[in-house]
C-alpha cells in the first residue's frame, strides 16, 4: 500500500476505527498458539490440543488440568506494548483512532496507552469471577493458588477466568459496543489480521 494514501486517509479520516488482530503478538516474539510448532509442543506437554485446552468444556471437567495450561502458558506471559500498540496509542493521543477492537488477551493497546478499547474475548487481568457469589479476584490470586483457584466465599467453587473461552458466547453488551463503534466509522483500519479472519468477518458487515 501507498504510505502517503495511507497518512492521507487517516489524516483526513472523522471516525477511525481500528481492527487489531493477534499478529500484534509477534512483536514481542509470542509464539501463536495455533502455530503448528507451538500447537504440537501443547498437545505433547498436556495431551490435548489449545483448542481443547482453552475451552468450557476443559473448565468444567479437568479443572487442574485446564489451570495448570493457563497459568504455564498464559499467565506466565510478561508482555510488553510493541511499536505497533505504540502506534495506535499516538493515534489515539493525536485525535485520529476513535476505537480499537481487538480479540487479544494481554491488554496489548492498554500497556501503549490506548483508552479506548473492546476486548471482545475479555482479558486476563480482569474479572476474574466466581460464578456463584460473582467476587472479583486479582490475578495474582490465580497465579498463587494451589492448583484450583477457588472462592474463598463460596469455598468450593472455581473460580472463572476474565477472558471467554472456547464453547462460551460473547457478551451481548460487549459485541453490541464493537458493532456501534463500526458501523459509526468511516474508516477501519485492519492491522495484523487478514480480511477472512473471524473478526473481519464478524465485524465488516456493520461497516
Known amino acids: 500500500m501507498n504510505l502517503n494514501y495511507l497518512e492521507e486517509t487517516i489524516r483526513t479520516s472523522k ?16 509464539a501463536y498458539h495455533r502455530d503448528s510448532d507451538e500447537s504440537y509442543r501443547i498437545e505433547e506437554k498436556y495431551g490435548y490440543s489449545p483448542e481443547e485446552l482453552f475451552s468450557a468444556r476443559m473448565f468444567n471437567t479437568h479443572a487442574e488440568l485446564f489451570y495448570e495450561y493457563y497459568r504455564n502458558e498464559i499467565l506466565s506471559k510478561h508482555l510488553e506494548a510493541g511499536k505497533g500498540n505504540e502506534a495506535l496509542a499516538r493515534l489515539e493521543e493525536a485525535g485520529y483512532l476513535k476505537t ?15 483508552k479506548n478499547v473492546i476486548n471482545i474475548y475479555g482479558n486476563i487481568y480482569e474479572n ?80
Open 15 to 30: 471516525y477511525l476505527v481500528c481492527l487489531a488482530g493477534m499478529e500484534f503478538m509477534r512483536e514481542q516474539n509470542v
Open 100 to 114: 480499537i477492537i481487538t480479540k487479544g488477551i494481554y491488554n496489548m493497546p492498554q500497556k501503549a496507552g490506548c
Open 128 to 207: 476474574n469471577a466466581c460464578p456463584r457469589c460473582g467476587k472479583i479476584f486479582p490475578i495474582e490470586y490465580i497465579k498463587n493458588s494451589d492448583k484450583v483457584p477457588l472462592c474463598d466465599v463460596c469455598k468450593s467453587t472455581v473460580i472463572h477466568p476474565g477472558v471467554y473461552l472456547h464453547g462460551e458466547m460473547l457478551s451481548n453488551t460487549v459485541i453490541s459496543h464493537a458493532v456501534e463503534e463500526v458501523a459509526k466509522a468511516d474508516t477501519i483500519l485492519v492491522l495484523g489480521m487478514n480480511l477472512n479472519s473471524s473478526l473481519c468477518k464478524d465485524m465488516l458487515p456493520h461497516f
